[in-house]
């Protein structure tokens, strides 16, 4: 195996916890702020199609990705524009990515549900759900292949752990030992089914017992009980190519799209208000201040920095081209050398 890489995400890299919290709290605010801006933008009609906002779930994907390094792979499901930010895609090319124009980082052409980026190994949303399950494995197959010590982040839904290929992917991660996580972010609803209604099995970690695969529920509310649980998940990763699934438990406060922007019909306002009241990124601030570290105004002043970067990405994203005829010609088709 590769020699060992000391984790991006870690504290022992030298950072004070007053400096990762502030960066935790300011990748969170910025999703949200972002994805704010994106629903007055779907309502404008500046974005079309599909949408999927993240909010309520930052936290999961913050801690999440923010344990990785450079060279460490994500994959994720249509809901994938905060976890791409916090990434380090640019707001810029992911605004206009949605906005369907040519410096979107998909050249336009992939919209809401497949925000992709190589240059930070961001291996795309994508829209069939748990479609990309298998290509994780593949991946983290790939790296124990070429004998590296990166590991792969695969985020699903808690309705994509009824399909087949979730099943056949762990079965191989498993029997294979493969270094890939499996993040199962549980929100309650596949779209507007309760998960009690569709799953014989409501404590969805437990599936990883059937494939001898460690397993943890975690608290997705808490973006530093996200980091502790992936901090265990890639040391297991790196140093036995053992997978890992995590059950991480969470609430969007959106409707599954903006065809339900709110709540729609199969939840109550009760419900939603409770949820509320562990917003992620009112949990990590109240921490924080009760460390001393970090005051109000300091978080005001941080709302307003990322104000102008939201406002930014929007101004970038509508004063982009659109993509011209021709380029639905392009990037079809793969060309090859014969000899």
């Known amino acids: 195996m590769a020699a060992k890489k000391k984790d991006a995400g870690s504290v022992e890299a030298g950072k004070s916890n007053a400096a990762l919290h502030t960066e935790l709290l300011h990748s969170m605010i910025l999703q949200r702020r972002f994805e704010e801006k994106v629903a007055e933008a779907y309502a404008l009609g500046k974005i079309g199609g599909f949408c999927h906002l993240y909010i309520g779930q930052e936290a999961v994907g913050t801690g ?10 994500v994959i994720t499901t249509y809901r994938d524009h905060g976890q791409a930010i916090a990434r380090g895609v640019s707001p810029r090319s992911v605004m206009a990515e949605l906005f369907g124009r040519v410096d979107g980082c998909s050249k336009g ?7 992709f980026d190589r240059n930070v190994n961001f291996l795309g949303g994508h829209g069939i759900v748990g479609g990309h399950v298998p ?3 593949g991946v983290a197959f ?9 590991a792969i982040v695969c985020f699903m839904g808690e309705a994509a752990v009824n399909n087949g290929a979730f099943h056949e992917s762990l079965n191989m991660a498993g029997l294979w030992k493969l270094p890939v996580i499996y993040v199962i972010e549980n929100n309650k609803y596949g779209m507007g089914t309760a998960v009690e209604r569709a799953s014989s099995i409501k404590d969805m970690y437990k599936r990883g017992d059937t494939y001898s695969i460690a ?9 530093l009980a996200v980091r502790d649980a992936m901090s265990a998940a890639l040391e297991r990763a790196r140093d036995d190519y053992q997978p890992t699934l995590l059950e991480i438990r969470t609430y969007r406060f959106m409707g599954h799209s903006m065809s339900d922007a709110v709540s729609g019909t199969y939840r109550t306002k009760a419900e939603l208000e409770e949820y509320l009241k562990r917003d992620p990124i009112n949990i990590l601030e109240a921490k924080m201040k009760a460390a001393g570290e970090i005051t109000g105004a300091q978080i005001a002043d941080m709302e307003k920095e990322i104000g102008v970067v939201v406002q930014d990405a929007w101004d970038f994203a509508d004063a982009s081209p659109e993509p011209p005829l021709e ?13």
Not at 142 to 150: D, L, P, T, V
């Open 135 to 137: 290509m994780a494995t």
């Open 327 to 339: 380029a639905l010609y392009e990037d079809v088709l793969v060309e090859t050398t014969s000899g």
């Open 142 to 150: 790939a790296i124990k292949y070429r004998g590296g010590n990166q």
């Open 109 to 115: 052409k992939g919209g809401s549900m497949h925000i």
């Open 64 to 73: 999440c990705i923010s344990m990785l390094r450079d060279d460490d792979y």
């Open 215 to 223: 397993n943890a529920e975690v608290d997705g509310q808490d973006v």
